[in-house]
């Protein structure tokens, strides 16, 4: 069964494939306003991201991920990361 979550950042369509997150907590290192590490020891969006999250960092952190579990897309359905 699929375990993904996914979430609007700032126009950036955001995906935690959460079947592969190894837990390192490079995401919420990097960008601790989108990314926190649960209970579970996995990748789970925050409730209140800001609206004007920076989009750089966001997808710096995506890429950061060391297994690939994090996906970034833009509007146009363009996948950015990784
Ligand atoms: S960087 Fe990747 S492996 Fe590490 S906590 Fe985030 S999603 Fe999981």
């Known amino acids: 069964m699929s375990n993904t979550h996914e979430q609007e950042v700032n126009g950036l369509t955001v995906e935690i494939e959460r079947d592969l997150c190894i837990g390192s907590g490079n995401c919420e290192s990097l960008a601790p ?3 926190y590490i649960d209970t579970s020891n996995l990748a789970a969006f925050q409730d209140n991201i800001p609206d004007d999250m920076d989009r ?4 710096e952190a ?3 991920c060391p297994v690939d579990a994090l996906r970034a897309t833009d509007e146009d359905g363009e996948q950015l990361v990784p």
């Open 33 to 35: 306003e989108v990314f």
């Open 62 to 64: 995506c890429g950061l």
């Open 56 to 59: 750089g960092r966001v997808m």
